[in-house]
């Protein structure tokens, strides 16, 4: 099973457009962390949030953690083409991350 | 680019056979995690080693085994391989367990 689940399942959005996504999970966390994938790739690392903080900020990306409710988000703005992915959220310990199923999110030019 | 290599990127296998796919890490990390990502799903954690030794293992079965070199290079092996075991497999790197993880971009593993 898989400790945070993203929603939505799939993102269609024109160039240009903000993209919003989001991930709830199920037990405490120190931490959590947002990835992308590319068509099948490789996970690239975007931002990790700490349990103590509520927003984060990296570039056109802005993460938020709500611990009460058990969720994130995440915020692509102004979107470009590049951004066409897979994203996901990991929790975790210090030796094992957990994955949701992710977001595809697709760009239109 | 992560730093982080496996091969082969892709490949093919039948039902029954023996797989070894390899990662080498990025230049002084210690830590070497394998994680199996079926189509459609997100990454699921199959082991992590560290200094060599095994440091926490995930829900797969005992088919699946690991080594880690002394260069902390890594095999993953994949013994008796079942149709479910298509999947692209992943290894990622770190100094420490709790260190920033860097991923390769992975082996694509097809058993038919």
Known sequence: ??????????????E???????????TS?????????NSGRGLVHLILIRSNEREKHSGRLRVTLDTSKKSSSLLITASRAADTASYFCATGSDYKLSFGAGTTVTVRA | ETGVTQSPTHL?????????????SQSGHNTVSWYQQALGQGPQFIFQYYREEENGRGNFPPRFS????????????????ELDDSALYLCASSWG??????????????VV
């Open chain 2, 12 to 24: 093919i296998k039948t039902r029954g056979q023996q797989v070894t796919l390899r990662c080498s």
């Open chain 1, 29 to 37: 966390i120190n931490n959590l962390q947002w990835y992308r994938q």
């Open chain 1, 16 to 26: 240009g457009e903000n993209a919003t996504m989001n991930c709830s999970y199920k």
């Open chain 2, 66 to 81: 690991g080594l880690q070199f002394p260069n902390y290079s890594s095999e993953l092996n994949v013994n008796a391989l």
């Open chain 2, 97 to 110: 367990a709790a260190g920033s993880i860097y991923f390769g971009e992975g082996s694509w593993l097809t």
């Open chain 1, 1 to 14: 099973s898989q400790q945070g689940e993203e929603d939505p399942q799939a993102l269609s959005i024109q």
